[in-house]
């Protein structure tokens, strides 16, 4: 059974891997065996991920990306599937929230959170897709949210982009599934990373969300790393078009919370 989450002789692309849950998945795959090629608009946190991985004995690269720009992910994923004779794994984990009454959008605000959330994981699902359909294998990975299902004020355009996320992993997964490729999300509760930072600073929301899983307290990014080697490995060889929810329990007991000013 162990076998089965090997990533032994497996090349992953991980966007995202300059910090957060990025980095603890990009690092989680160097551990069991995968080859791991750290992407980010952050191209220092990338090297430094990388970096980190080679130390601990793993083998891994760096480069920069705007996943905004789709010929660059193209050329970025070509690029590797060269080097490496394969691309077995995508992992697409950036995301942006402006968090705001609806009313209070700008047109700049939604390009911004429609552009990444949706057209940057478009394009990765694309340059991914067309290099693993010819090799007929490949697990794609995009990150959705508990605000795919469950929202709170202030949450309008991030919760629409992870509902579509979640819809666009379904369409993908039934049209590159009978060429072998796998495609799900994962979607996480609160978890502490840079995107949740600023929750931080007013501790009367940090002490709500963590009182709204069942398990009282924020999730940490290493514990979305489990969750995603297994979708990436062969232990989740049948499964496909499906969100794993990392949550706390979350969605399970509908926690729910006002924040401040909304």
């Given amino acids: 059974m162990v076998s089965m989450f090997s990533l032994e002789g497996k090349n992953a692309a991980v966007v995202g891997g300059a910090s957060g849950i990025g980095e603890a998945v ?5 551990e069991h065996g995968a080859s791991v090629l750290c992407l ?45 004779g394969s691309l077995d794994i995508v992992v697409c984990t950036p995301g942006v929230n402006v968090r705001k009454p ?20 478009a394009h990765v699902i694309q340059a991914a897709g067309r290099i693993m359909t010819p090799q007929e ?13 469950v929202v709170e004020p202030g949450q309008s355009l ?11 992993v379904r369409t993908a997964a ?21 995107l949740t930072a600023p929750i931080k600073d007013n501790p009367a929301w940090y002490s709500a969300y963590a009182e709204r899983n069942i398990f009282k307290r924020w999730g940490g990014a290493r514990e979305m790393a489990g969750p995603t080697v297994f979708l990436a490995s062969e232990a989740a060889s049948y499964v ?7 949550d706390g329990g979350w ?7 006002t924040p401040p000013g909304m």
């Fill in 26 to 30: 990009a690092t989680a795959f160097a």
């Fill in 40 to 84: 980010d608009v952050d191209i220092a946190g990338a090297l430094d991920t990388a970096e980190t991985i080679t130390k601990m004995g793993g083998e891994a690269d760096a480069g920069q990306l705007n996943i905004l720009d789709g010929e660059a992910v193209t050329a970025a994923f070509e690029s590797f599937n060269v080097k490496k």
């Fill in 102 to 121: 609806i009313l209070e959008y700008t047109d700049e605000d939604i390009d911004r959170v429609l552009g990444v959330n949706l057209k940057g994981n």
């Fill in 137 to 149: 294998s490949g697990s794609i990975i995009l990150f959705s949210s508990i605000r795919s299902v």
């Fill in 158 to 168: 991030y919760a629409a982009t992870k509902a579509g996320i979640v819809q666009m």
């Fill in 174 to 194: 039934a049209e590159l599934g009978p060429s072998g490729v796998r495609v799900n999300a994962i979607a996480p509760g609160v978890i502490d990373t840079p």
């Fill in 240 to 246: 496909t078009g499906t969100v794993l929810f990392a």
């Fill in 251 to 257: 969605t399970a007991i509908d926690g729910r919370f």
